[in-house]
């Protein structure tokens, strides 16, 4: 009989695919704009409620239609089939390739000031990929048992650096100290330009919450546990979150971490000196191996499923069903080389959650569409306040998609080029289709 993953099992895969390198750079690049702490802390918890929001949606659309597939599924039902494949297109070809890429390139940041040296950041990151890829195609028990061991020692981390850093700060000696906590007009940074740029950072660091829908066939009892282990792991993560960010905001000042990716070594050297600051910025770069890992994992999985659809790469034939689809794995590590050395960090993300926002929209909205469309489909759970949810969580990211796209002209461009060749290639092969 084959074991499916139980509610303590999704929860991990949740919380593993959410927490990575967006928690430990994202800082750096909000602080160039912002400088308010509490517009910051504000920026993150309102990242979480939105996050929660489309776990809400995605939890109705997993329990009325559950099977594998995430918005490439959901979109297809709800808005058809070229949709369906736009998400398809970006999932195979950068969802998750951008994340490896952006997550070595930190790895490369993490490793230098840990070690002290200004090794080629390209050099460290392609390296990184190659080796965990190889990995992750010897067989698939080598592999999870990898990334289980690298996800439970991230947590620890994690937990050990919060609970450290409020130790520290909330010392005497430590607290005589504070003046990095800089307030200025609140309402005016929230309504600026820069406050909702900064969003695309934390979207992209809450990006995960919805892992468990890419998986539903192999989750045990999907009707509630994909619910259950969205809303725990996105409210375990929030919680996370927002310490950790008023622990880098109040152990360092503004202008030491702005335009920074290593705020987690910044914050540490601040709190625990720079010898401990060197540990803990080396223990950041190993553990965030296990998002490279875990983006290595799902990723040419995803790919291979739609491709079974689409014939878009000629793979599969020759491999086990058992052993790891070696083959999709070459094809998103050359893509992931190709985006780390061709792309900065900081487009990589911005283009990267431009297009996340759009599909993660579409599928919020997709409850709606389907509620009026198909009114008698069984629905075990709904939102609630519907349509509030789905509302809120659409406007925000509209909102969010529209200041990138006035912003940031160069990366929104870039997501409508990479949607128009996706859209060229849905067309071609539906050509094909209708020739036999």
Known sequence: MEKKIGLLGAIMIVIANMIGVGIFTSLGFQLIELSDYRAILIMWALGGFLALAGTFCYSELSAAYPRSGGEYHFLNISFGKLLGFLSAWTS????????????????????????????????????LIVVISILQSINTSVGNQFQIYFTIGKIALIILFIVGGFWMILDNDFSTQKTNLITGDLIDQILSPGFWIGSIFVSYAYSGWNATTYIIDDIKNPKKNVLRSTVFGTILVTILYLCLNYIFLESSP??????????????????????????????????????????????????????QDYKIFNFGKNEHKNNPPRLAILIQTVISVLILTTSSFDFIITSMGFLLSIFSTLTAASVIILRVKEP??????????YPIIPLLYCFFNFWVIYYIIINRPISALTGFIFLFCGFITYYFLNKSKAKF
């Open 92 to 127: 195979m070809l950068v969802g998750f390739a951008a994340p490896i890429a952006a997550a070595a390139y930190a790895f490369s940041k993490y490793i230098n000031a840990s070690i002290g040296l200004k090794l080629s950041p390209i050099l460290i990151g392609a390296t």
């Open 376 to 385: 008698n489909v069984e629905r075990p759970w709904k939102v609630p306040l």
């Open 254 to 307: 503004a202008i030491e971490m702005a335009g920074k990716e290593e705020i987690g070594f910044i914050a540490a050297k601040n709190l625990f000196g720079s010898k401990a600051g060197l540990l803990i910025s080396a223990a950041i770069a190993f553990f965030l191996i296990s998002s490279v890992s875990a983006m290595t994992i799902v990723g040419p999985r995803v790919l291979k499923r739609v491709n």
